[in-house]
């Protein structure tokens, strides 16, 4: 039997050396960009809404029109039990004073409300205005404010780390200190993800390794496919980094831990499936010189196929308006094409020049009795296949009717599951002043506020305070700052926005209204947005690749619509999972989309392994005999690999962003459900029930059925 000259050429004597040989360097520089990578992505949130946004709108003019541009609050809270002493009040304006001469890029003057030079802006020593003002009512509490301009990279991070560095070195006895607000929320997000990021890296690798272990039980086995992967990895990361440097994408360092694991998961699900493919070829009989080539060639076009549908789906994500989606679909996209192209490369090549050393300490391959799991699968397949897909059909279903329940939604300043000192803040805040005074809105009208203007703002349900801001540069409109009654990071908060915006453009049409509550809604309102656009073009997408590897119509219909059924059993699971027994804040805002992508993608995956054996075997035997053997040949493989890609999925729960921690739980459930029920058993069944139609209009192309 003849293999592609490509694949001669990678297993060869001369070309395994050769594809080493390219890889080295490629490693080697791959690792120096890694280690740049978290300095070029980006922690904020309104550069990732479209320019259309009202919130974007809102920042854009007070960039180009006043000196505020784009400035993040930056709120230092002091509290003392029974109340802030006149020696702990002496202490904070001296404080104050020493922050102002840091030299912090992009900050503006600090304001205090103890300072002498300042008591005119603060009403001598802190006005109460409407329960709201820098010292609180019950005296316990003050605060100091400041803004740092987001324009420059990092200048947020850098400013807040500077004054709590200074305010270390500058502690009052008794005196409880948190740096919160927008700006010490973004800092310490950024921290934990900085964090997170290694310790993610560290898990994942070992959790692989361990696995490996479990499945190939040879050191050298399960050493390969992580080399092969950890290369991959480090050469995509690379390729971000370039990209994001030269201006052409913009990525958070959610986008880059994504990467990680769905590079580290998807990875060695392929190399699981060639060197499953190399051992079967070996107990055969066959030389390993011969048993490699035709291992390569037998799954080098399921293994594409299934890359090719991860990529497509991912470069769906490019017709998103939110950019942090938009933009993630091109990173992962490039992930897997070199993951691709590493397994069907490097790992033959480094299997070629290890031979069958690789399966040490086993020495003799022989041909082993598929496991009895399978063949009992394949039994139940045959004798209830009708009875299977009704209940596992009813079930699935069930289970969807959790996304019935009803939820908030995790945005900017919800969702660490670990304390922080913003956090720590925000409680103080929350304790001692209206919780709206953490984040308030930025409002902007046509035409210079008047009093009278201002107290209708106030006058609003949801708004506690209003106060004129900066005058605007050549412009006749005017900025105010409004204060909103309840928590301004939450749900409840986005539902605010919307009636204040309401009731603002019917005291000035046009009015608009910006600031961190603002562009949590308008981000929520933007991926609603997309997901209706993308879930159809991903499905469409999946569905043509589907059709063309299978050469089939009718399969790819039930297909899909197994994922389909699968992915909302999943959601409805998740949501009744957070929102009822774990007491959540809500559902993280992507939850939908992201784990819609991971889930379509990665469970056709396994379809594709599978239906492309049922295809080959059908040949031969027939579809309903051809369909159990494959089950049989390929559930030990499969299962394999969807534990590993369950795994690493499942390593984004120890992270202490709650956001990540859903999308982890939901794809790695995802991954169980489709491996272990939707793929081993309901489609088996289908395609068994079928037979030939399931390749209509098409056959299998054998003699008889």
């Known amino acids: 039997m003849g293999v592609p000259r490509w694949v001669e050429l990678v297993t060869g004597p001369r070309g395994r050396l050769a594809v080493v040989a390219l890889f080295v360097p490629l490693l080697v520089a791959g690792w120096i960009a890694r280690s740049h990578l978290d300095e070029v992505t980006s922690a904020g949130q309104s550069s990732f809404l479209p320019a259309s946004a009202e919130?974007?709108?809102?920042?854009?003019?007070?960039?180009?029109?006043?000196?505020?541009?784009?400035?993040?609050?930056?709120?230092?809270?002091?509290?003392?039990?029974?109340?802030?002493?006149?020696?702990?009040?002496?202490?904070?304006?001296?404080?104050?004073?020493?922050?102002?001469?840091?030299?912090?890029?992009?900050?503006?003057?600090?304001?205090?409300?103890?300072?002498?030079?300042?008591?005119?802006?603060?009403?001598?020593?802190?006005?109460?205005?409407?329960?709201?003002?820098?010292?609180?009512?019950?005296?316990?509490?003050?605060?100091?404010?400041?803004?740092?301009?987001?324009?420059?990279?990092?200048?947020?991070?850098?400013?807040?780390?500077?004054?709590?560095?200074?305010?270390?070195?500058?502690?009052?006895?008794?005196?409880?200190?948190?740096?919160?607000?927008?700006?010490?929320?973004?800092?310490?997000?950024?921290?934990?993800?900085?964090?997170?990021?290694?310790?993610?890296?560290?898990?994942?690798?070992?959790?692989?390794?361990?696995?490996?272990?479990?499945?190939?039980?040879?050191?050298?086995?399960a050493l390969l496919p992580l080399v092969v992967v950890g290369t991959g990895y480090v050469i995509a990361c690379a390729i971000a980094y370039l990209l994001i440097k030269s201006g052409l994408i913009v990525v958070n360092s959610e986008g880059t831990m994504l990467l990680l694991v769905l590079i580290f998961g998807a990875g060695t699900d392929y190399s699981l499936l060639l060197v499953h493919r190399y051992r079967e070829e070996l107990e055969s009989g066959r030389d390993a010189s011969e048993a490699l080539p035709l291992a390569l060639a037998g799954t080098a076009p399921a293994i594409a196929a299934s890359a090719g549908t991860v990529i497509a789906a991912m470069l769906v994500l490019l017709v998103a308006d939110l950019e942090s989606t938009r933009w993630l679909g091109p990173i992962l996209a490039v992930g897997i094409a070199v993951m691709l192209v590493s397994s069907l490369t490097l790992l033959p090549a480094l299997l070629s020049l290890i031979g069958t050393r690789a399966f040490w300490p086993t020495r003799e391959l022989e041909r082993r009795p598929p496991p009895r799991v399978w063949s009992g699968a394949a039994g139940l397949v045959r004798r209830r296949g009708g009875t299977l897909i009704v209940a596992i059909v009813a079930a699935l279903a069930v289970l969807a009717c959790g996304n019935l329940i009803a939820h908030g939604t995790i945005g900017f300043g919800q969702g660490e599951t670990k304390p922080t000192d913003s956090s720590a803040g925000n409680e103080l805040l929350d304790a001692h002043f209206p919780p709206g005074l953490g984040s308030p809105l930025t409002a902007i009208l046509s035409e210079d506020l008047s009093s009278r203007q201002l107290k209708r703002i106030e006058n609003l349900p949801d708004?506690?305070?209003?106060?004129?801001?900066?005058?605007?540069?050549?412009?006749?409109?005017?900025?105010?700052?409004?204060?909103?009654?309840?928590?301004?990071?939450?749900?409840?908060?986005?539902?605010?926005?919307?009636?204040?915006?309401?009731?603002?453009?019917?005291?000035?049409?046009?009015?608009?209204?910006?600031?961190?509550?603002?562009?949590?809604?308008?981000?929520?309102?933007?991926?609603?947005?997309?997901?209706?656009?993308?879930?159809?073009?991903?499905?469409?997408?999946?569905?043509l690749i589907l059709a063309l590897v299978l050469r089939a119509l009718l399969a790819p219909v039930y297909l899909i619509l197994t994922v389909v059924l699968s992915f909302a059993a999943t959601l409805g699971l998740v949501t009744f999972l957070f929102t009822d027994l774990f007491g959540s804040e809500g559902i993280a805002f992507n939850l939908v989309l992201l784990s819609f992508i991971f889930l379509v993608a990665l469970g056709v995956d396994y379809n594709i392994f599978l239906m492309a054996r049922a295809r080959e075997e059908s040949a031969m035997l027939g579809t309903r005999e051809g369909t159990l053997s494959a089950l049989v040949t390929t559930g030990g493989v499969v299962t394999g690999a969807g534990l590993i890609l369950a795994g690493t999925f499942a390593t984004l729960t120890l992270l202490p962003l709650e956001e990540l921690v859903q999308i982890g739980v939901t794809v790695a459930l995802g991954v169980l459900i489709d491996t272990f029920v939707v793929r081993a058993l309901l489609v088996p069944a289908i395609t068994y029930r079928l037979g030939e139609r399931a390749w209509w209009p098409g056959s299998a192309g054998h003699a008889g059925s």
């Open 55 to 221: 919130s974007t709108r809102v920042v854009d003019e007070l960039t180009s029109q006043s000196s505020v541009g784009e400035s993040i609050p930056v709120l230092i809270v002091f509290a003392r039990d029974g109340g802030l002493t006149g020696s702990d009040k002496k202490a904070i304006a001296k404080i104050g004073g020493g922050l102002g001469g840091l030299g912090i890029t992009g900050a503006s003057q600090v304001l205090d409300p103890f300072s002498p030079s300042l008591r005119g802006l603060t009403g001598g020593g802190g006005a109460i205005v409407r329960g709201v003002g820098p010292v609180s009512r019950d005296g316990e509490a003050a605060i100091v404010a400041l803004t740092i301009d987001a324009a420059e990279r990092n200048a947020v991070q850098r400013g807040v780390r500077d004054i709590r560095n200074y305010l270390s070195n500058h502690e009052i006895d008794g005196v409880a200190v948190h740096v919160t607000g927008p700006a010490g929320i973004a800092a310490d997000l950024e921290r934990v993800a900085d964090q997170a990021g290694k310790l993610l890296l560290f898990v994942t690798v070992g959790l692989v390794l361990v696995l490996l272990l479990a499945v190939y039980r040879s050191p050298l086995l």
């Open 463 to 543: 708004v506690r305070l209003a106060v004129p801001g900066p005058p605007l540069r050549d412009s006749d409109r005017a900025v105010a700052f409004v204060v909103l009654d309840g928590d301004p990071y939450s749900g409840a908060a986005a539902d605010a926005v919307v009636r204040v915006r309401e009731e603002l453009r019917e005291i000035d049409p046009a009015a608009e209204v910006g600031g961190i509550p603002a562009e949590n809604l308008d981000i929520e309102t933007t991926n609603e947005r997309d997901t209706k656009l993308i879930v159809p073009l991903v499905l469409l997408v999946v569905g």
